[in-house]
């Protein structure tokens, strides 16, 4: 009863890699007339389109309070050696 359900689970995942592939393999057919806005765009619409794709600074946030916390605490515990 185990090898069967193994089997069978075999079996699914390879058939959703099949799938998986087609549709991956159709993508740039599907995709040749859609017109490329590095080409196209005016230096306007590239900037903007620019500005859509890339993230924002927040991630940056959590790290830089991080080290200056690290700072604070080297400063608190004169560790010097630390906080350079």
Known sequence: MKIKKLLCLILSG????AGTITLASNY?????DIPDWRKTGTAK???QSLVNITPGTHHWMPEIAYRYQ???WAAQHSR????E
């Open 28 to 32: 740039p057919e599907s995709a040749k």
């Open 70 to 72: 690290s700072l604070s």
């Open 14 to 17: 390879l058939a959703l890699c």
């Open 45 to 47: 619409e590239q900037l």
């Open 80 to 83: 010097r050696e630390f906080a």
